[in-house]
């Protein structure tokens, strides 16, 4: 399988040059499902050896739920967008996820995630928001896909003192 269907889930998502190409995002329901339960944060041995190693001023991101579950993403640089544009730092091709979703940013060993104007909106522990400082373990939501972000050990462990 090439790296393009990978990433796009297959066939459906290839384009030809000289096709005709429609972006749309798809918009929820009321009663779609927007609500809030948490998944918890039981980790695998594998998901607490990758946030054990983090480096200072580093975070992970884990994908809980959407296509891409199981996948964890290192936020190492001051910003990282997120979207459906395939130049995102985080690429999500699904049809709720705006081209230009969210943006990660750190400021020293804080995260913050920050919507860009999304149609489907950001969510931070099942609240939707323009803006949000991260703590560890907080659940967030970008389209239908559902991640949970862990920050290095080190940091938090600066932060108690």
């Known amino acids: 399988m090439t790296d393009s269907q990978n990433r796009s889930g297959g066939d459906a998502a290839i384009h030809r ?21 948490p998944f918890g944060v039981e980790l695998t041995d594998v998901e607490q050896s990758a946030i054990s190693a983090l480096p200072s001023g580093s975070a992970l991101l884990l994908v809980r739920s959407g296509a891409l579950a199981g996948a964890r993403y290192l936020l190492d640089t001051d910003v990282t967008t997120v979207g459906r544009h395939p130049e995102a730092d985080i690429f999500f091709d699904d049809v709720t996820v705006s081209r230009r979703h969210a943006e990660f940013t750190r400021s020293g060993t804080t995260f913050e995630i920050i919507d860009q ?18 703590a560890d373990g907080t659940e967030l939501r970008v389209g239908k896909f559902r991640l949970n972000f862990f920050a290095s050990p080190l940091d938090r462990v600066a932060a108690i003192d």
């Open 117 to 134: 104007r999304s149609l489907n909106g950001t969510y931070v522990n099942g609240e939707r928001v323009d803006r949000s400082v991260l």
């Open 17 to 37: 040059p000289g096709e005709q190409r429609h972006d749309v995002t798809q918009t929820f329901g009321h009663d779609s499902d927007l609500s809030f339960i």
